[in-house]
């Protein structure tokens, strides 16, 4: 019998919305964890924090007229990973990947006006793994976000649906089982 492989792999990102519903621009951080079967299938725990979320034309009137308000957002996902490693291509990995999460937004304008939003939200996309040793390699991810928003809540300050691409790289760290 063959020997079942495993492995978990953390990988520290920095990342930015590059285009819809959402701030354009502005770096995230964030960080990944995931537990990868015999190369074949993976779940990954991601979150990441986000400064100046929404666009402030879209929460202008969210708050203290002429307030300076503050957006940020912390994304919790949880994800199939799906790698698709090719054993000539040696050591680059594209992947597939889909998920599940919640979008935590936090409208902030002063000590007096805090508000916050919490949104079902999915993710899709793919990206490519290059190990650089048999433990540390770089990460390339493109995703599309879309927050599912109850548009009759009242609470929070944006009501509608939003969807957003991020792009991230980063240094993963693998942990052979």
Sequence with gaps: AAEARAQIVVTPYLDTN????????????????GYYFRGLLGLELDVEQHPHFFK????EDV?????????????????L????????????????????????????ADPDFNVT?????FNAGGGLMHALTDLVGVRVDVRY?????????GEG?????????????????????
């Design 18 to 33: 590059g285009a819809g519903d959402v701030e354009t621009g502005r770096a995230g951080v964030g960080v990944s964890a």
């Design 157 to 177: 300050g944006y009501f509608k649906d939003y969807g957003f691409w991020r792009i991230s790289a980063g240094v993963t760290i693998g942990f052979p089982d």
């Design 63 to 79: 708050g203290p007229e002429r307030a300076d308000l503050n957006t940020d957002a912390t994304i919790w996902m949880a994800n």
């Design 117 to 121: 939003q919490n949104n079902l939200a």
């Design 145 to 153: 976000f879309h927050a599912f928003v109850d548009e009759d809540a």
């Design 81 to 108: 990973v799906a790698p698709l490693c090719i054993r000539r291509a040696g050591v680059w990995c594209p992947y597939g990947a889909a998920g599940l999460g919640v979008i935590h937004a936090v409208f902030d």
């Design 56 to 59: 402030d034309e879209d929460v």
